[in-house]
């Protein structure tokens, strides 16, 4: 029986889905934005997100760390701690984003986009030309109360008005009559 046991083994066996994993993740690291299924990509994602936590701190230790996980490739462990840790320093989890894509023509595959969240330069200026809105609700606080008094003696006086300007109608009426 399969109790407890989430981890999605891909349909390979555990040296060449790790060898996939590393992979991915160094593309992921070098070009921010990659294509793949959306199965890989949950995948990629429980795997690259700890890489980009330990990035954060740039002492020797993670780097062999990141190092060890990442295929013993200088080139992307650099790109990782110089470019995108200074970038995702302030982010406190979350650093990759899955878009879906819809499905695969030859095999139905549910496709998707996995990118580093901060790289991504159209939703970031979205974002910053974006302005919300605010609403503000009415108070229920003694100047609304007032607020009404004023009101309500507003409409008095506005019917008393009325009241007047009809008694003078008829005045003139009667007048022109006479």
């Given amino acids: 029986m399969r109790h407890g046991k989430k981890f999605n083994h891909l349909g390979r066996t555990a040296s060449h889905r790790k060898a996939m994993l590393a992979n991915m993740a ?3 690291i070098l070009h921010k934005r990659i294509k793949t299924t959306l199965a890989k990509a949950k995948a ?3 795997y690259v997100e700890p890489l980009l936590t330990k990035a954060k701190v740039d002492v020797t230790h993670s780097r062999r760390q990141v190092f060890a996980q990442l295929l013993n490739n200088k080139e992307i462990v650099g790109e990782l701690f110089n470019v995108v840790a200074r970038k995702i320093a302030a982010r406190p989890g979350g650093y990759t984003r899955i878009i879906k894509l819809g499905t695969r ?4 595959a549910e496709m998707c986009y ?4 901060d790289f991504n330069e159209l939703i970031l200026e979205q974002a910053q030309t974006k302005t919300k809105t605010r609403r503000s609700r009415r108070r229920k606080s003694s100047d609304g109360a007032a607020k009404n008094q004023n009101q309500g003696e507003q409409k008095q006086q506005e019917n008393q008005s009325n009241d007047n300007k009809d008694a003078s109608d008829e005045n003139s009426n009667e007048n022109k009559e006479a």
């Avoid at 023509?105 to 139905?108: L, N, P, S, T, V």
């Avoid at 996995?114 to 969240?117: A, D, F, K, S």
């Fill in 26 to 28: 160094s593309s992921l």
């Fill in 44 to 46: 990629l994602r429980k």
């Fill in 105 to 108: 023509q030859g095999d139905a």
């Fill in 114 to 117: 996995i990118e580093l969240v």
